[in-house]
């Protein structure tokens, strides 16, 4: 395997220690070249040694966010450099997603497997988004509960007989829109009557007869989000 030269930036003195072990008895193809403990030492670093790839902790002197500007930084000035991230913030899944978005190609968690020579490679040759087993499973248990969720969505506008202009009518209301403000949507060709009337039929489908009495287009709008006919994470008014 080719050769590449690593920067390891750790502010742990026993975790460096062991990830420096790691690259040289299973990574034998890196060669590190340097490490920090501060991003003041790895900017320093960076001026005299140039790395093909920086394994970097993000929380670094008691900050979850230097790691991250690190990243963001470096994937800006320095965008040939691979950045594969190496943290113990096993838990922080908003610091995961800053991180992916400062460009970092990858997540190792310090749990499970810790860092592989498989994954260290695959960043080494293009591949982006590489994770570990931690992040991976809740990768798949938020896809699999997203996959659920869209499958009820679609089983309750088939259904409900839910057509485009009563899902838009629906998440215009829920939006605070009043009728006339609905009917102003270039999508909407219809007025304040058809409006009404279509809000009337919603009501009769969405509830049982017993039900029906005294329903306002708040409680519809509410059972509208009871049956995942409306998705409370992507309400978007239309161009009006």
């Known amino acids: 395997m080719e050769k590449f030269k690593v920067i390891i930036v750790e502010d742990v003195k026993l975790e460096l220690k062991g990830t420096e072990e790691i690259f040289r008895h299973e990574i034998p193809n890196a ?3 340097g490490t920090a403990m501060t991003e003041a030492e790895f900017w320093t670093l960076l001026e005299s040694k140039i790395p093909d790839l920086v394994l970097l902790d993000l929380g670094l002197g008691g900050s979850t966010t230097i790691g991250v500007e690190i990243c963001s930084r470096l994937h800006k000035e320095r965008p040939e450099i691979k950045v594969l991230i ?5 838990l922080n899944e908003k610091l995961w997603v800053d991180a992916l978005n400062a460009g970092a190609d990858g997540i190792i968690l310090k749990t499970g497997e810790l860092l592989t020579a498989i994954d260290v490679q695959a960043v080494m040759e293009g591949k982006k988004l590489v994770f570990n087993y931690p992040i991976l499973e809740k990768i798949v ?28 009518l629906l998440r215009h209301l829920a939006l605070g829109y009043t009728k006339e403000m609905i009917t102003n949507l270039k999508a909407m060709p219809f007025g304040v009557k058809s409006i009404e009337k279509r809000q009337n039929e919603l009501i009769n489908r969405l509830f049982r007869p017993d039900e029906r009495i005294g329903v306002n287009a708040c ?6 989000f009871e ?9 978007e008014p239309d161009e009006e």
């Open 227 to 235: 049956l995942r006919i409306l998705d409370i994470d992507n309400l």
């Open 219 to 224: 409680r519809l709008v509410t059972r509208a």
């Open 31 to 33: 060669s590190v070249i």
């Open 141 to 168: 248990s938020r896809f699999k509960q997203s996959v659920a969720v869209e499958q009820r969505r679609q089983e309750a506008i088939i259904d409900y007989d839910i057509d485009e202009y009563d899902e838009r």
């Open 86 to 90: 190496f943290t113990g913030e096993v």
